[in-house]
């Protein structure tokens, strides 16, 4: 399930249904960690703690399925679909291999309006990460990374291309969340997106695929730096 943002408008839009605002609730309790990894969801605990009847809740997590988030066990319910190294490394090769290919078709169709919505959404990032120094809300730059690496792409004619980055993307976002808390390899992030955005405003494809891999693929690394009771310890939490 996917929610079209603009890169003028860092801010969701509002649930049109009780479906998506579990929709939208469970998902963030996945992503962060509130929901464990593995951790079954009941539905008659789960519709009070979220404020839905069953039926919602049941539609709900039928859309995190999708979102391949949550896995269906048969009469035996649902879990939060679980996390493993192997299992980012593959989402990280895949990113790799689909980001650059639409990042690529997108520098060759991209026009001035592409270029004027990747300075604004890179201004916006910037913005984010300066007042996020000191604090431990990371909502505002998670959302406004988000729209930096969708414009970057917005250009490739591909829909299909974008819908499976997206997925991919939102699958990655767990991971990512734990090496942005655990910081196990020092990164400068800003960098890394300002040496990006300049690379492809530039129409210099080689070298802005090749930065983009290097970031998507840093992340993995990161993950894959963590120890391993640390990394428990967070899932758990």
Known sequence: MAHKNTAGDSTPAEPKTLVETAYRALRRDIIEGRLAPGEKLRVEHL?????????????ALSLLISDALVVSQGQRGFRVAPVSLEDFEDITRTRVMLECDALRQSIAKGDDAWEGDLLAAFHRLTKAEEKRIGTDDREEWEERNRIFH????????????????????????RYRRLSLYLKPIPRDVHQEHEALLHAA???????????LGEHITLTFRCVQ?????????????
């Open 47 to 59: 519709k009070d703690d979220y404020g839905v009847g069953a039926g919602t809740l049941r539609e």
């Open 150 to 173: 969708e414009v970057l792409i917005s250009a490739c004619p591909s829909r299909w291309l974008k819908h499976f980055i997206a997925i991919l993307y939102q699958q990655a976002e």
């Open 201 to 211: 405003m530039a129409r210099d494809t080689d070298k802005a695929t090749a930065l």
């Open 225 to 237: 730096s963590i120890p391993e009771d640390q990394l428990n310890e967070k899932q758990a939490d």
